[in-house]
C-alpha cells in the first residue's frame, strides 16, 4: 500500500465532504488503486465551531505555513473559497512543488491558465473537477473523450441554487427568499449567494468549460450575464402554459462570427430533456461533430457529490505520483453482491384502449393477487381517433413480465406493457 498525504484548506461542506468520504470509501480506494489517502492536518478559520463527528479525529491548524513547510505533503486540497487569499495559497503550494486539488470556480475561470503554467512548470498536477456541475465529471469527460471531436456547443444549467429556488417556487409555492434560505441550508448556496442568483457562478462554470472544450480562456466580461433576480414564479408559469421551462442556462456556442457567451433565463420547450432538471441537479449538453449531442445530468451542488469530485482527482494524482496507475482493463471492485433473479415487486406501465377503465381495474385485482393499480390517465397520441387509458399496475406476485403480459392480454385490449424504471 502507497501512502499519499494531504493537507485540507477549508473544512466547509465540500471540505467535510472529501474527509467522510476519505474514511467511509477508505477500503474502496485502497483496494482499488493501492493507495491510502492520508489527512495530515485540515486548515480552518475557526477552530470553536462544532464539527461532526467524522472530523473529530482529523488534526487542525489555522496556519497555512504549516501546510505549505511540511515536506511529507503531497497534495493540497483547497476548499475554502475566495480568491485572493486562495490564489495566493495554490501559487504557494504550487512553487513547494505540491500537487493542487482544488474546487474554487471563481479563481480557475479567472487565473486558471496562470495557475496551470505555475503547475506545469514545477512539474506538479493541478486539477479542479469540482468547480464545474459539482458531481457531474464533466470536466474529466471533456478532457478524455472529446480529444478527437470538435465542440461546437455547450450549454447547461450550471448553477443548482437557481435551478432549485426555480423548481421550489414552481412546485412547492416557496417565495424566493424562502427557497434561497433552503439553498442556503442544503449547503448548495455560495457564502454570498449574490453570485448564484446573479448569474457569476454560472458564468464562471461557463468560462472554464469554454476552456475545456474550445481552449479559449474568457474574461467574464465576455459573458452577458442575467441573473433570475427579476424572475417571477408568473413567468416560471407562463412559459410552462406554453410547453416550455423557464431555466438560468450557460451558453457557449460557436458561431460563424465566433463564440456566443451568455448567462440567462432562458425557455427550453418541455420535450427537451433538459426541461425535466429539477432542484439542485445541473445538466451539461454538449454537441459536437462525432459525438453529436450528449447530456451530462447530476447533482451540480452538495456534501458528497461535490466532496466526491474533489476525491477522483485526489486519487487520479495520487495515482500518477506514485504510478499506481489502473492496471486492470476494468475498476477491480471486490464484489459484494451476487445475480439474482427478479422477484418482487414490480410495476408495469399498461396501455389499454377501454370505455371502462374501472372495470378493467377491478378486473386486474381479481386476476393479479395483491396487484395495486396507479391512477388511470386518459391519454391520445398514438392513433388521433383512440383514447388509451393508462395504468401503473403494481404486481406483487406476478414477477416475469412474460407472465404478467399475458395475463393483462386476457383482459383487455391492451396495446404496450413496459416494465417500470424507477429513476
Ligand atoms: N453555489 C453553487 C451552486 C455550488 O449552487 O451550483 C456548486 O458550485
Redesign the pocket.
Known amino acids: 500500500m502507497k501512502n499519499v498525504r494531504i493537507g485540507i484548506v477549508g473544512l466547509g461542506t465540500v471540505g467535510s465532504g472529501v474527509v467522510r468520504i476519505l474514511k467511509e470509501q477508505q477500503a474502496l480506494i485502497a483496494q482499488q488503486t493501492g493507495l491510502s489517502f492520508e489527512i495530515v492536518k485540515a486548515i480552518i478559520a475557526n477552530p470553536d465551531r462544532e464539527r461532526a463527528s467524522y472530523l473529530k479525529d482529523v488534526a487542525l491548524g489555522t496556519d497555512i505555513t504549516q501546510l505549505l513547510q511540511d515536506e511529507s505533503i503531497d497534495i493540497i486540497v483547497e476548499v475554502m473559497g475566495s480568491v485572493a487569499a486562495a490564489k495566493d495559497l495554490i501559487e504557494q503550494a504550487l512553487a513547494a512543488h505540491k500537487n493542487v486539488v482544488t474546487a474554487n470556480?471563481d479563481l480557475i475561470a479567472q487565473y486558471g491558465q496562470e495557475l496551470a503554467e505555475l503547475a506545469m512548470a514545477n512539474n506538479v498536477a493541478l486539477r479542479y473537477e469540482a468547480s464545474v456541475a459539482?458531481g457531474i465529471p464533466i470536466l474529466q469527460i471533456l478532457r478524455t473523450a472529446y480529444k478527437a471531436d470538435q465542440v461546437h456547443t455547450i450549454a447547461g444549467i450550471l448553477?443548482?441554487?437557481t435551478n432549485f429556488i426555480l423548481t421550489q417556487m414552481d412546485e412547492q409555492g416557496l417565495t424566493y427568499d424562502q427557497a434561497l434560505k433552503a439553498a442556503k441550508e442544503k449547503g448548495?448556496?455560495?457564502s454570498d449567494p449574490t453570485n448564484?442568483v446573479d448569474g457569476f457562478?454560472a458564468a464562471y462554470k461557463l468560462a472554464i468549460l469554454t476552456k475545456m472544450a474550445f481552449g479559449l480562456s474568457v474574461p467574464q466580461s465576455a459573458i452577458d450575464i442575467t441573473g433570475i433576480r427579476e424572475l417571477a414564479i408568473d413567468d416560471v408559469k407562463a412559459a410552462r402554459a406554453a410547453g416550455y421551462e423557464l431555466k438560468l442556462i450557460g451558453l457557449s456556442d460557436l458561431t460563424d462570427e465566433g463564440l456566443r457567451l451568455a448567462v440567462a433565463p432562458m425557455v427550453v420547450h418541455e420535450n427537451q430533456p433538459i426541461a425535466q432538471i429539477r432542484n439542485?441537479h445541473n445538466a451539461v449538453l454538449v454537441k459536437s461533430q462525432n459525438i453529436g449531442t450528449a447530456l451530462y445530468v447530476g447533482p451540480?451542488?452538495g456534501q458528497l457529490p461535490?466532496g466526491n469530485s474533489v476525491v477522483a482527482d485526489l486519487i487520479h494524482v495520487g495515482q500518477t505520483i506514485t504510478s499506481n496507475g489502473d492496471v486492470y482493463p476494468f475498476a477491480l471492485k471486490v464484489a459484494t453482491t451476487q445475480p439474482k433473479p427478479v422477484s418482487g415487486n414490480r410495476s408495469y406501465w399498461v396501455l389499454v384502449a377501454t370505455d371502462d377503465p374501472d372495470s378493467l381495474v377491478d378486473n386486474i385485482k381479481l386476476s393479479v393477487a395483491g396487484a395495486v393499480v396507479s391512477n388511470q390517465l386518459t391519454i391520445r397520441g398514438f392513433d388521433p381517433h383512440q383514447a388509451w387509458t393508462s395504468l401503473e399496475v403494481t404486481a406483487p406476485t406476478l414477477v416475469a413480465q412474460p407472465h404478467f403480459t399475458t395475463t393483462m392480454q386476457r383482459l383487455a385490449d391492451v396495446k404496450a406493457i413496459y416494465p417500470v424504471l424507477e429513476a
Open positions: 470556480k459539482g448553477n443548482g441554487t448548495f448556496a455560495e448564484d457562478d439542485e451540480g451542488a461535490t
